[in-house]
């Protein structure tokens, strides 16, 4: 019996489990955009993606049925994790 290949929602349903497990572990900034968003956005790291990035992602939701504003509350929620990590580092003291 032949394997078949994943269907373009079984990989989107993937990565969104992907994000959400990762985003309760901690973080999901390190999560690889699958090859299903066609163009530049695959292969590229959640946390590094824009707002108008996660849009596009939403949007690409949409398309398969999915709710897009799943993907918006991951990515705001990534891109708050990630402002704090940088803001939680010490600053260094400046002398007089």
């Known amino acids: 019996m032949d394997a078949r290949p994943p269907r373009p929602e079984e990989i989107w349903d993937s990565f969104i489990d992907a994000l959400d497990r990762a985003g309760q572990a901690g973080g999901a900034q390190g ?9 530049p956005l ?26 897009g504003e ?19 580092r010490p600053r260094p003291k400046r002398g007089r």
């Open 31 to 39: 999560v690889i955009v699958p090859a299903i968003a066609v163009g």
């Open 42 to 67: 695959a292969g590229r790291r959640f946390g590094d993606l824009s707002r108008k990035d996660a849009e596009h992602l939403a949007r690409i939701a949409g398309a398969f049925g999915r709710r």
């Open 70 to 88: 799943t993907v918006m509350g991951l990515w705001q929620d990534t891109q708050r994790r990630l402002k704090g990590e940088s803001s939680e």
